[in-house]
């Protein structure tokens, strides 16, 4: 198959596996009522289990994207999923909290990395060009994880209870992953492909010496301004999506109402991604992260001075508002492959992913803890438009051209 055609297939083939892993947090919140039931840990407690395996990302995500420099997207994804499946189907057996921690938390966060990091970085490789909308497609899996699979492991629980549904969940995910990683090809090296190929380096971007290398990204501006942006960005989304549902119910919507409002919420986070990987193409990255970034604040602010059933016209642009997100979500990658490519993209994107398990793991508390601090979810808010608005700023840092210091 002609490389033209075939980059489409790895698109394909990383959007399906990078679902299958995001599935595995996208759902959490079923586990976790089905595991209160059933234990007296406390919902702290409980739920520190997903926040491990966000602060556990930030370790395994720079070690998968070194193993993926040197194994390849073929090799490693399938590990990933092996890894994720067979940890869910131990947090399934799970009698202690210790063995909850150790095989959700910290395992499950090694078998995420491994799909997503490689999945993430052959894509980049595969395109220049279009790479925001490939990354559009791409990211779109993360939304689509919970429309794909939140009814399946929904009715898994209610038929066969939640240690099966993990089992049943973890098995499906390691078997498609392995089976689908197999589609992957490694982009034409420059002698083989076409001129006119869409594959290889841009030559804004293109090194005009030695390529980076991790050590040396390390020492540049805008990998941590593309750290910051991912970090920031994540605390800002993580803040609204852990703690919208208790925010509405609280303001005296109907669970029915919010359950759709959000789903539909869903579909305008993936409608954003691919709309915002399309733009950025033709329009750049900072200036598409800018318009989604006030987009998004615009949602929260909507959101924020909602006071009961009366505002529904609120709530629906802050369920609209999800675009924004999605426009910003798509470019994560794109920013930083467009000034690292090179053979270390896999380490390099590792780093700046660690920055989103960083966000993962502190958006969800500081929601929390600036609720049970002031009685109201009023400075959680404004706290996730002020990380909203500080990752734009990042990001147009990050997307910034520059020159490489041989220091």
Known sequence: MEPGPYRWVVVGVSTSVNTLAWGARSTFALFYVAMLEEFAWGRGATALGYSLSWLCFVVWAPATGWLSDRWGARTVVPLGGMVLGVSLALTGQARSLAQYYLCFGVLSAAGIAGIVIPATTIVTRWFVRARGTAM????????????????????????????????????????????????????????????????????????????????????????????????????????????????????????????????LGAGCTMAGNLLGGWLSDRFGRGWVFAVGSIVAIAGIGCFAVMKGPDDLPLLVLYTASGVGFGMRIAQLSSIPADVFSGPHLGAILGVVQAGGGLGGAVGPFLGGWLFDVTGSYRLAFMAAAIAVAGSAVAAWFAARPTKRSDA
């Not at 939140?150 to 969940?169: C, D, E, Q, S």
């Not at 995910?173 to 034409?188: G, H, I, K, M, S």
């Not at 090194?207 to 020492?219: I, Q, S």
């Not at 109907?254 to 409002?261: G, I, P």
């Open 136 to 263: 559009g497609v791409l990211s779109a899996g993360t939304a689509g994880s919970a429309v794909a699979f939140y009814p399946v492991n929904a009715w898994l629980i209610v038929a066969f209870g939640w240690r099966t549904a993990f089992v049943v969940f973890g098995s499906i995910v390691a078997a498609v992953t392995v089976v689908l990683a197999l589609l992957y090809r490694d982009p034409p090296t420059a002698e083989d492909r076409p001129r006119d190929a869409d594959v290889g380096q841009p030559a804004s971007t293109r090194p005009a010496g030695e390529a980076w290398t991790l050590r040396r990204a390390l020492r540049s501006t805008p990998l941590w301004a593309a750290v910051m942006m991912t970090a920031l960005g994540v605390i800002g989304y993580q803040i609204m999506a852990t703690h919208q549902v208790a925010h509405a119910v609280d303001r005296g919507f109907q669970h029915t109402t919010v359950v759709w409002l959000f789903a």
